[in-house]
């Protein structure tokens, strides 16, 4: 059994043959020119699958389902991309325009709910009924699995865990809200964190990490200069923590999933920033008699898009 | 097809039959008297349960099954309590010891929960499939309808929508965390908001209405003073709605169920608070090209409990 799974992205497009276990077989990938009109982004996607399905040695009848992650709000029943700001997309009829070129099923998706199942069926929270996947990037993203399903809410517009409050008339976020969980724990709050950090101390070890350039802080700078014995490093990822942790305590008390994935550039800090984190998600415990959510890193990093996108055909 | 539905509360234990369309057809209650050993409260529940079917004049053979809402937190699959605080009960197996009596199915599950799935299948959130039922009382309590099954974490631990930190550092909490949402939101929290504002503004309406006495100050006082247009109260109220309106709308961000339902005692303020109520979250509401969640009251009061109960059985 064999599944295609195309990650669209603002960037490139990506597609891949993944067997029924969510290993990867062949990939590729084109550029989306996405200033293009979409019947020739989409004619893009429709050769690029042709081409992995031939590069494995296979037919199009040897495929079960055609499986896309896009960015934005998709409609899964109609398979209408009904808004994406990345692609510039707006009421785009993807999977009609894509079932032009295929006579098999196809199926769109959420690409953050499709990396959270790519975790679920093959990657970090393989085994657990009920996940989280938490992306740490620009923003915050996420995926929630219930009973081995992205769920979505009733309008595919849920699981849009950057836009809680978890601090009433705090910082302005794009989303009309003050005080998003997205302005105090995305990668890109980091950075402005740590970037703050440095500018009021010059003699922090940040600012030896950066080389004195204020454009060479990431998200990594922080933890970098804390391994260094920095004091200000340490009190940036040691507030940067809370704010995490404050979000994520808000998801499981109200999910309580199994286990929470963490994705994203910060996902690969690993342990050096799970340990500190998951301490200071037991301190925000209400009851310590049950058995507690695991909070993991990501295992698929770039795969997850074509895996999850393929799993979407082997879940219907 | 007939059902009982079981509310164990810490007061008093109610039970009714309740036929396939969620109808009571009959109901009684005992008082709880929890000091006792729980061999002795569950009997009591027995000898209920065997009145209103014998009330309804029908044999314990005619009935499908028992469903027991029960406060705290219950395991599903075992049927131990595993904690109420409120009935003193840890680790008792409420299932087991009622099967002793009967030779049907019997379920349990939390009586928040109950409550919501009642209001699903037959009060303000019927016919939706996803639905959020959200009780203001003393705290925040919550119940999760998905597929029109009630959904609460892989432990049965999930669901409380009262500890979500909505204020970083805020208001310290009973569940150890700060700046929970029932801190500012629960009936309760409405109480303390009004006093602190007659207590300060002696000239208030707010003063009026409670005839003196901050006694009489309850979750309806501010929107009474409020409808006299008392200035004070109307403040009370508007910052009241400001932070309902943020808990809520986290819920609408991660969950975006089709319909939330307020219960509880200000659940019955109806359009008083849900017309600003809408109006807040609207405000909150991160893209406008899509169906909003419903905000509504829920209908069934104190039936939910009862109806709830009994339809644990019908929904397996």
């Known amino acids: 059994m064999y599944y295609i799974g195309v990650d669209l992205g603002?960037?490139?497009?990506?597609?891949?043959?993944?067997?029924?276990?969510?290993?990867i077989i062949v990939e590729d990938r084109v550029k989306t020119q996405r200033e293009r009109h979409y019947s020739l982004i989409i004619k893009d996607m429709a050769d690029l699958c042709n081409k992995v399905v031939s590069d494995a040695?296979?037919?199009i009848s040897d495929i079960e389902a055609i499986g896309v992650g896009s960015p934005g709000i998709p409609n899964k029943e109609t398979g209408?991309?009904?808004?994406?700001?990345?692609?510039g997309f707006y009421n785009v009829p993807l999977k009609a325009e894509l079932q032009k070129y295929f006579d098999i099923p196809i199926y769109i998706d959420n690409d953050t709910n499709t990396a959270a199942l790519a975790e679920s069926v093959s990657g970090a929270s393989k085994g657990y009924e009920h996940s989280v996947f938490i992306t740490l990037g620009t923003g915050i993203g996420g995926g929630i699995i219930i009973n081995n399903q992205i769920y979505s809410g009733f309008n595919y517009a849920g699981s849009e865990l950057g836009h809680m409050c978890i601090i009433q008339d705090g910082i302005s976020c794009s989303c009309g809200r003050k005080g998003c969980f997205e302005r105090y724990a995305s990668a890109s709050a980091l950075i402005e964190q740590t970037k703050e950090a440095a500018r009021l101390n010059p003699n922090s070890k940040i600012n030896i990490v950066a080389e004195g350039d204020f454009d060479n802080i990431d998200a990594k700078t922080a933890f970098i200069a804390q391994r260094m014995n920095d004091e200000v490093a340490d009190k940036v990822v040691e507030k940067y923590i809370e704010y995490l942790a404050d979000g994520i305590m808000n998801i499981v008390n109200i999910l309580f999933p199994e286990i929470i994935v963490i994705g994203g550039g910060l996902?690969?800090?690993g342990e050096n920033l799970l340990v500190p984190l998951r301490e200071a998600a037991k301190k925000r415990e209400y009851t310590s008699d049950i058995e507690r959510t695991k909070i993991v890193s990501a295992v698929l990093g770039n795969k997850a898009g074509i895996v999850g996108a393929a799993m979407l055909g082997m879940k219907e």
Not at 80 to 87: A, D
């Open 10 to 23: 603002g960037m490139s497009i990506k597609a891949g043959v993944v067997d029924d276990r969510g290993n």
């Open 57 to 59: 040695n296979l037919k």
């Open 80 to 87: 209408v991309l009904l808004s994406s700001n990345n692609l």
């Open 267 to 269: 996902g690969n800090e």
